[in-house]
């Protein structure tokens, strides 16, 4: 559990969420974009020591390369965001939350997901970072 300082002395509670993706990891793609398989490259946002590999949780926005799927976005640098993962993680009110595998939804540079629908369920973490990925999602948990 985290409090991270705003501005003037006030503070916001942020709850840290165990990070199970380290970088190279290959994760699927979870909406209809045409990507099937994806490769996390960077995680934006990471901060760590030096010579550390950096590691993605639920929410988090990565750099990511298609792996499998159509042919004109393989071989692409694109942006996605972690709406699942295998490696169990806290809520604030004491449940552990885990999922059987690890997926993520592909999004535009402003956060606009680039397919129309999310296939499976989706961390409830995830719609308080990115309200507009909620919106496709089919089951929230």
Do not use: H
Request: aromatic share 4%; with cysteine; glycine share 10%.
């Amino acid at each position: 559990m985290v409090s991270r300082k705003l501005t003037r002395g006030i503070r916001k509670f942020i709850p840290r969420i165990a990070r199970g993706l380290p970088i190279g990891a290959k994760i699927l793609c979870t909406d209809n974009s045409g990507a099937k398989e994806l490769q996390v490259i960077t995680v934006l946002g990471y901060k760590g020591k030096q010579r550390k590999i950096g590691k993605a949780g639920i929410g988090d926005r990565i750099n990511v390369s298609v792996t499998k799927g159509k042919q004109e976005l393989r071989k692409q640098v694109l942006q996605a965001i972690v709406v699942r993962q295998k490696k169990p993680f806290r809520r604030p009110d004491g449940t552990w939350i885990q999922f059987e595998d690890n997926a993520a939804v592909l999004v535009k540079i402003g956060g606009e997901p680039q397919g129309s629908e999310l296939r499976g369920p989706m961390a409830r973490e995830v719609t308080l970072k990115w309200p507009r990925v909620a919106a496709i999602a089919s089951k929230i948990v």
